[in-house]
């Protein structure tokens, strides 16, 4: 079973906002973040006018080298209050409101505007279904103060396969239900590598129903908000050159990727070899006479040794600048952060693939090995507090666009198949908890270590008609009746019209 590398929640944060920020700028300068030597960070929000929010970290800031290297063992526990991986004690900068649009402007050819989350319906249903939430105003008011959150490897899809029950239980949010109304969800995943956009083309395609990049979350999307704190950066890991146009497309001005690096110095990575191709679609420049100013791993490496030797070669520099060596690795040491944590991922294999926390243990453990210090990071990511609050916003958003109410329902479900991310994660977010055994979880009547508060079901259709029986009632029925006539179902509307 695939597990994840959490560890305790080690430190205490700060709950005064101003205690928060106050130790978060500390931080930032005692930890080197500061973009050139001398220059503040600018903390979002001092000013209420930034366009992110800090969240406070939920652990202390030393890495998780040394319990690793003398204990691989990786069983998360929520009895020790495990669930968070982070860091510095100091923030996590998140969007403070929902992403632009500019990453998911989405029209029909003739101009009009899709509706976001929404199939095609013809104008006729409208009205019938305007006539029955007229009529059921409690059921109505109910459907619009709950919410889903969709974990999607093992819930939804295997891969590119569908899991049948997972297009029928999007169908019946979509407005498949008695109520002819779309019930919010949004996407929360730990997956990375490609910008929102074609990922979400990617499963309304899978899905047969519409995935739109305002309701999806990735482990790097939270991490566009780093683009106001840093303008060089080195982005890690995925296929090819895509995380640089995912960071690009954040608002990044200046992305630079380990290709680059080799492109201008070869010998910076004995081992690898530079096929003409790759040089072709780098963008070397004497990187001697230029600052990285923090280090992003967005998602897995595709080459380890070339990657943890450019990393380590920054993190051991003077405030990111290739060909030096820092006379103090910590006070003269650039950020570096990490889209999520897990140790672990399942795949096609029989056993589940080594993944991003593998090789940030790794990183740390040769960093300590190097310096003698532990390395400082910052990992993004379920279960890290960040992307739930950052789930919130996006939430909060999403409702506005579905039903023109700016507000966080109040009934979240989370529904998962893994209970150290998914479940955990939600359970300490005071969500409602569902965990599905399509994927990653296989054991007994609930997870021991992390179990699911709301149940644990067969796959994601049982999890989410449970919830909408709890909230709208056993009664509650999962198909919109084309045929149904408001005015004999029961309601004072008797003026409703037939349609
Ligand atoms: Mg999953």
Same mark, same amino acid.
């Given at each position: 079973m695939p597990a994840f590398d959490d560890s305790d929640f080690g430190v205490q944060a700060p709950t005064d906002a101003n205690q928060i920020r106050k130790q978060a700028s500390n931080n930032a300068?005692?930890?080197?973040?500061?973009?050139?030597?001398?220059?503040?960070?600018?903390?979002?929000?001092?000013?209420?006018?930034?366009?992110?929010?800090? =969240?406070?970290?939920?652990?202390?800031?030393? !890495?998780?080298?040394?319990?690793?290297?003398?204990?691989?063992?990786v069983s998360p526990s929520q009895k020790d209050r495990r &669930?968070?991986?982070?860091?510095? &004690?100091?923030?996590?900068?998140?969007?403070? !409101?929902?992403?632009?649009?500019r990453l998911s402007v989405v029209n029909h050819a003739d101009g009009r505007p899709t509706r976001p989350g929404m199939p095609p319906i013809q104008p006729?249903?409208?009205?019938? =279904?305007?006539?029955?939430?007229?009529?059921?105003?409690? *059921? =109505?008011?109910?459907? *619009?103060?709950?919410?889903?959150?969709?974990?999607?490897?093992?819930?939804?899809?295997?891969?590119?396969?569908l899991i049948p029950e997972g297009?029928?239980?999007?169908?019946i949010l979509n407005g498949d239900n008695e109520l002819g109304i779309k019930i919010p969800h949004i996407f929360?995943?730990?997956?990375?590598? *490609?910008?929102? *956009?074609?990922?979400?083309?990617?499963?309304?395609?899978?899905?047969g129903n519409p995935v739109n990049t305002e309701q999806f979350i990735q482990s790097h999307t939270p991490m566009?908000?780093?683009?106001?704190?840093?303008?060089?950066?080195?982005? =890690?890991?995925?296929?090819?050159?895509?995380?640089?146009e995912v960071a690009e497309q954040y608002g990044f001005k200046d992305v630079v990727v380990p290709n680059d690096i080799i492109a201008w110095d070869p010998t910076i990575a004995p081992y690898r070899e530079f096929t003409q191709q790759e040089a072709a679609m780098s963008r070397p420049r004497d990187f001697s006479k230029c600052n990285i100013d923090a280090i992003l791993v967005f998602s897995d490496s595709r080459d380890y040794a070339t990657d943890i030797q450019i990393i380590m070669d920054l993190l051991v520099s003077e405030n990111g600048r290739f060909y030096t060596?820092?006379?103090?690795?910590?006070?003269?040491?650039?950020?570096?952060?990490?889209?999520?944590?897990?140790?672990l991922c399942p795949t096609e294999h029989?056993?589940?693939?080594l993944s991003q926390g593998a090789f940030r243990i790794g990183l740390e453990a040769m960093y300590r090995a190097m310096t003698g210090v532990d390395l400082e990071r910052v990992v993004y990511g379920k279960p890290e507090l960040a992307t739930y609050k950052y789930a919130d916003e996006v939430m909060t958003s999403w409702m506005e666009q579905l039903h023109g109410e700016e507000k966080l329902p109040e009934n979240i479900y989370m529904v998962g198949d893994n209970p150290a991310s998914d479940i955990i994660g939600g359970n300490m977010y005071g969500w409602n908890t569902c965990l599905v055994r399509t994927g990653v979880f296989q054991g007994g009547d609930n997870d021991e270590n992390n179990p699911a508060n709301f149940g644990v079901f067969a796959n994601v259709l049982d999890a989410v008609q449970a919830a909408l029986k709890k909230q709208l009632g056993d009664d509650f029925k999962m198909h919109f009746d084309e045929t149904i006539n408001p005015v004999l179902h029961g309601g004072e509307n008797d003026n409703a019209a037939v349609v």
């Open positions: 300068m005692a930890d080197g973040m500061a973009a050139s030597p001398g220059s503040n960070i600018p903390i979002p929000g001092d000013d209420g006018h930034g366009s992110a929010v800090e =969240v406070p970290a939920t652990r202390s800031s030393i !890495s998780e080298a040394s319990k690793y290297m003398h204990n691989l063992s &669930g968070s991986r982070n860091s510095f &004690g100091a923030s996590l900068p998140i969007p403070r !409101s929902k992403r632009q649009s006729t249903r409208e009205i019938l =279904v305007s006539q029955v939430q007229t009529i059921e105003v409690q *059921k =109505v008011k109910a459907a *619009k103060n709950m919410a889903f959150a969709f974990d999607i490897d093992g819930v939804l899809v295997h891969g590119d396969r297009k029928r239980a999007l169908d929360l995943t730990n997956g990375s590598g *490609k910008p929102e *956009k074609p990922r979400c083309e990617q499963l309304t395609q899978i899905l566009s908000a780093l683009a106001e704190y840093y303008k060089t950066v080195l982005v =890690v890991g995925g296929v090819g050159y895509r995380c640089r060596k820092a006379k103090d690795p910590v006070s003269q040491r650039i950020p570096i952060y990490f889209s999520q944590g897990d140790l029989w056993t589940p693939r």
